[in-house]
DNA sequence: CTAATCAGTACCGAATTGGTCCTGATTGAA
DNA sequence: TTCAATCAGGACCAATTCGGTACTGATTAG
C-alpha cells in the first residue's frame, strides 16, 4: 500500500479533533488525551505545522495551539505537504528539480505528472472538515494507530 | 513526499524496458544490464509480477521473462497492486476491511475513500507504453535511483 | 518570581525496505 | 543422459527511515 506517514495521519486525527472541540487554543498534553496520541509526538506535529502556518501558536502559561483557518479551509493536501513534502509518488515533480537534471528528457515525465496532478487535485479537494464526524472515542490500547485508520 | 517504494519504481523501469526492446524473452541478467537495477532485485520483483500475471515466465536454458500483455495493457495500478499492495494512502479502504473493525462508524471513511478512488483512478488511467519513450541510456553511477527517478 | 507551555535540537530503538544468498526445479542443447 | 542456463522459493541481513523521546532554552500570564 502507497500510505500516508503515520505522523501525517496522526496530525489529521489531532486537527480535524481540535476543530471538532469547543474553544480554540489547546495545549499539547489536551491533544495527546483527546486523540491517545502520545505528547511527544503531538509536539513534534505541532512543530511542523505552526511555520507551515496552519497552527498558530502562544507561549507562556496560558498558551497552547490553535488553527490557523477554519476547518473548511485546510485542505488535506496542506496537510500532507507540510509534514511529508511536495506530494508526488516519485521524484519526478515540478518543484524537486534539484534531483532531475534531466527533466526534459525523461521518457516517463509525462506519465508521473499526470498522476502526481491527479493526486494532488484529490487532496486538495477534500477539507478538515471532510474528516471530522461524529465525537469518537478512541480506543483504549494501541489509540494512535485505531485512531488515525478507524481501527475498531 | 508520499512515494512508491523504490522496488516499484524499479519494476516500472524493467518493465517499460522490456516493452522497448525487440524479442520477447528477456533474462533476469539482461535485464538488470539493460536498467542498471542488481540482478538479485530484478530477480526479487520478477518473483513477484509473474504470480500477479503480469509476466510470464519460462525455465530452463533457454529461459526468461516476458510481459503477459502489450505496454498498452498493463497500467501502472496493475503494477503498484502487484508489489506494493491495494492502492490506497490510508488502511482504510475496501478490501483492508480485517483492519478496520468500524468502518462504518469511521468519521473520516468517506474523505479518504475519495482520495483513494482518485488515486486509483490515475494510476489505471496510465499504461506502460505511456511510460516508454526515446531509448535511454542509464548512467554508470547509482544507475538504479538515476534511471528510476529520472535523474542526470 | 514561578509555573505552564511552546521552540529547537539531538538522539535512539524499532520497523521496514532494499538487496543478497542458497538450494531446488525445470528445460533445451549437446 | 548429462550439463549448463535460468526460474522459483525461501530465508537472512545491513542500511535507512521513521516514530518517539529527552533535554534545554524562551516566552508569557498570574
Known sequence: MIKLSKLTDYAIVVMSEMARQTGTVHTVTQMAERTGV????VAKLMKSLTPAGLMTSHRGAA??????????????ADIVVALDGPIALTACVEGAGEECGVENLCPM??????????????????????MMGPVWTPPAREPAKALASGNA
Open 63 to 76: 498558551g497552547g495551539y490553535a488553527l490557523a483557518r477554519p476547518a473548511e479551509a485546510i485542505t488535506i
Open 109 to 130: 515525465r509525462g506519465g508521473w505528472e499526470k498522476i502526481n496532478r491527479a493526486i494532488r487535485s484529490a487532496l486538495e479537494q477534500v477539507t478538515l472538515a471532510d
Open 38 to 41: 502520545p505528547a511527544p509526538t
